[in-house]
C-alpha cells in the first residue's frame, strides 16, 4: 500500500474511527481490552461501535482472534497526523506506556523505537542491546525462532522511516526475512548481513532432474533424481547456466521452495559454418526465435503477442507489442537496418534498434485476414505479405506506398525478394514460383507423395529452401528448377539457409545433431549436445535453439555441480542410427509378388519419446508356415493387428518421426530381387545380414542403377550374421588405443602404448576421416615431430569433435590394404574403413554406422557407402 493509497483509505473511514486509530497508533500490540481502555480515555463520547469500526476495517491486520495491528502505512500516516499535536501525542505515549507495563520485552523494545523515530532520537545502547539479542534469537535453530521471524516481519514495516533506515533495525529485518525465505527489504544490503547469513544456512539435500523442457528441482529428492546439497534454509538460492562452450550471459537466478520446481529454460548457441561453437546461453521457452539478422540481432516472439529484440549476446535492445492475435511474424532486410513485423492483421515496417536507440516504425500496413508469411526486399523498398487467401505487394515510391495483389490461389509457407525484386514463395504442399506478381506458372512434378506437406519453409535473397514431412529437403532459385538436396531422418522442424552463389541448407529436427545439405556438396551431420529445435542463419554463422544440453549449478556456499544428460540410449541396446526406426525383418526365400503376409509390432505407444520406438517386423513367405517372429514381451497394437500393405506401414511409421528400415539376410537366398523390391517402396534404409565382398559388389551395382533412391543422405547398412566376426588373418590387433582428447599440440599426451606401425601418411588419413578418431598417443607425438604443420592443420579441422571427449576405448585392425577403427561413443558405434594403398591426399574409400554385432570384410574395390554426387559420380 502506497501512502497515497493510505490518505484515500483514511478520508474514506468514519470520522470517530480514524481517530481511535490515532490513538492506538503508538502501540506495537492492540488486543481488546487495550482499545476498550483507548476509546473511553480520549473518545468517551463514542460508542463501542467505533471499536468494532476499527477491529474489522481495512486500517487493521488481524494476527488472532484477541489482538490486531494497524496496517504500517497507515500507522506512518496516523503518527504524522498526531505529531501536528504534541500535547495529544504525549498523552497517548504515556497511556500506552502505562497499559502495557510489564509487557513482554519485544513488544516494549518496538514501542520504545516508535517513540524514539517520532521524536528524533537516535537509537540507545540499551535497544541496540535488545535488537542484537533479537538477531541472535532469530539465528537460533528452533520453530519459535520461526514465528519471532514472521511477528518481526509483520511489525518492523511499521516503524518510522527513520528507525527502520537504521543499520541495527535494518540487518534485524534482513535476518528475519532470510530466515522465512522472503524478500530482503529494498535498498543496500547492511553491514554485517553476509556473515550473520551464512549461520542461518543448513545442508539441504535437492533432486535434480534434467528434462527435455528444462531442469526439474524436488525438495526432498524424488527417486531415481540425482542427488545435490546445498545451503539453505526455508528456501534455496541457486545460480544456473549451460555448460555448453563458450557460455555468455548471465547465470539465471531462482529460489527454490519445498516441493517440485520445474525451471523451463532452453539453449540458444551461436556457431559458425563448420559447427564449432562460438556463444552458449540459457534462454526461455516461453519464446520462440522468430528472425537474426546478418548483424547478429535477433527477434523473440511470443504467444501473447509481445516482440524483444536482442543484441548478438542476447541483451535486450527494445521491447514491442503488435496489436494483431497469434505468434508474431519477423523479418530483416539485408543489411539488417529495417526488421518487418506481423501478427494477425497488422504489419509494421521499424528501424532495428541498437544500444543507442530504440526501435522506430515507419510504416504500418493492414492485411484483409490474418498474415502467416512476410518478405522484405534488401533495401526495405518493398514489402509482401501472404494471407490464406491472397497476397499484397506493397512498394514505396516518390509518393508513399503502393498496395498490389498477388495471385490468388496460392497459400505459400514462406516468400523471399531475390536481388533483382523479384518474389518467390513456396505453398504448404509444394507448390514453388518466382515472380508471384505475374501469376503462378506451371510447375514441374517433383514426384512428392500425396499429402506430402511442407514442415519448414525458409527463403533468402535469390533462393527458397523447404523440407518435406517425408524428410525430403530441397532448394530452388530464381529461374531455376527446384533441386532436391536429400533425405532427413525425420521430419524437420526448422531449416535455415545461408547466403551466397552455393548456399547450404542447415536442418534441425529436434534431434541431438543438425544436417548440412550443400548445394554443390555431399551433406554432412553437425553434432550438437542439445536437443535442436529451431535454426537460423546470419552471415556466416548460425544461431540454434533447443532444450537439454549440460547445465550448471551453483549453490548460495559457493558449491557448484555440472549436470550432464545421460544418452538417451543409455539402456537401449540399438544404436543410434536405429533412433525412431522399426526395424523390419525380410527373411528370405521371398518371392518377387507382393503377396506377403505383414505383421507389425510397434513400441510407439510404451517406449519414451526421446527413445523412439523399436521392434522387429516379421515377414514371410506364402511357401513358409512359419508364423512370423515377435519378442515375446510385445503385444500387437489392435490398429496394426491385420495391415497388408506396405506404404499404409510406412506412411503411419512416417506420421509418428518413425524410420523405417528393413533389414534383408543374406544367408538363405539371393538378397538382389527382394532388395530391388524394396528400394521400390517408401523405405528408409537397408541393412544387410551376412554376405560376402562379391555379393555387396553386386548390391552395389544394384544400388547405383536404382535412380528413384536419393543416397546422398541415406546409407546401405551392412552387418554379418550374429555370431559372425571378421579379423584379417595374420593382421596384428592392436588394443587399448589413446584417444585423443585434447584440442592442441600443447597438451600431455599420456597413456601411450607399445609402437604401432602407423606412419605419417596412414595417421593423417586417419585423422581425416568422420567420426571420432582414436589413434595411438604415440604415434601423434611422433607426427609431432616428423611433420607439425600438417598435423595442426588436421586437428584444427576436428577440434570442435575432439573436445567433445566422447571416445573411450578403441579396437584397431591393421591389414595390408585395409585399416579398421571402431569408436565406441555416446549410444553409436562408428566403423571407419580407409585405404592405406593410395596417396595421402586420396579420399577414404567408405564409412559406415554399424550395429554392435560385429564387422564386415570388405575390400578397397567394394566400399559398402554409396553417396551420389549430381553428376551421378559414386563416392564415400
Known sequence: MSSSDADELLASTPADVVRLAEAVSLSARIDASFLRRARLQFLPQATAAAEAGLWFSALSQAHGRSAMSLVPEVAQRLRGLLSADPERMHRIQRFTAAAHDGAEPTILLMESLIWSGLTGEAIAPAQASAIGALIEAVLDDSAASDDLSRWLLCHLPALPEAIRRGGEVRLLESIAAQRLGEPLPAGPAPP???????????????????????????????PGSQIISAAGRATVRLSLQTDLPHATGAPVQVVIRQGKT??????????????????????RLDRKLAAVSVTGTEVWVSEHGTVEICDEQGRSLDRLTLSGKGIPLAAFSADGSRVLMACGLEAVLFTTPSRRRKAVAQQAFSASSPVHA?????RATAVALATDTRGELHRRGRNG???????????????????????????????????LQHGIPPWPDLAYRENNVITAAVGEPGWLAWASSDGGIAVCRAESVPRKLGLAPWQATSIALTQGEAPTVYVAGNDSFLLAFAVDALPRRIGIDFVGKHIAAHGDRLTVVGAGGPVRIECADGTGYVLRPASPFADFERDSWAKASLVIRDVMPLVSEPDIVLRAAMLAETLSPLRGAAALIGLS?????????????????????????????????????????????????????????WLRTPIDGVVLLGGDSTLHSRIGRTVNRTEQIVLEAQTIQVR??????????????????????????????????????????????????PGMVSVSAQAVARLARQDKQRLELALSVRANEITMKLATRVTVSSGAEIIEITHFLVGETVVCLASLTGAAHSPPDGYVIFPPEGHVQLSPNDPVVWCKRSGGEADA
Not at 564449432?276 to 546461453?281: F, N, P
Not at 602404448?753 to 581425416?768: H, Q, R, S, W
Request: with cysteine; glycine share 8%.
Open 374 to 378: 512476410i518478405a522484405i526486399n534488401a
Open 720 to 769: 554379418p550374421a550374429a555370431g559372425e566376426r571378421w579379423i584379417t588373418a595374420a593382421a596384428p590387433v592392436l588394443r587399448d588405443m589413446a584417444a585423443i582428447v585434447e584440442p592442441t599440440l600443447d597438451a600431455t599426451l599420456t597413456h601411450c602404448p607399445a609402437d604401432v606401425a602407423l606412419g605419417p601418411t596412414d595417421l593423417l588419413i586417419l585423422l581425416g576421416l
Open 262 to 283: 520445474l525451471l523451463p529454460w532452453g539453449v540458444r548457441q551461436v556457431m559458425n559454418a563448420r559447427g564449432h561453437a562460438e556463444a552458449s546461453s540459457l534462454c
Open 192 to 222: 554485517g548481513l553476509a556473515a550473520l547469513s551464512s549461520r542461518l544456512l543448513r545442508e539441504i539435500e535437492l533432486g535434480v532432474t534434467l528434462r527435455s523442457d528444462g531442469v526439474e528441482i524436488s525438495w526432498p529428492p524424488e
Open 401 to 435: 506506398w503502393d498496395k498490389s495483389w498477388l495471385s490468388d490461389g496460392f497459400d505459400p509457407r514462406c516468400l523471399a525478394f531475390d536481388r533483382v525484386g523479384r518474389l518467390g514463395g513456396v505453398s504448404h504442399i509444394g507448390q514453388c514460383t518466382w515472380g
Open 621 to 677: 513367405a506364402p511357401d513358409n508356415a512359419t508364423q512370423a517372429r515377435f519378442p515375446s514381451d510385445l503385444e500387437m497394437p489392435a490398429g496394426l493387428a491385420h495391415v497388408g500393405e506396405m506404404l499404409t506401414i510406412v506412411a503411419a511409421l512416417h506420421s509418428r518421426g518413425i524410420r523405417a528400415l528393413v533389414e534383408v539376410d543374406c544367408r538363405y537366398g539371393d538378397p538382389v530381387p527382394a532388395l530391388r523390391r
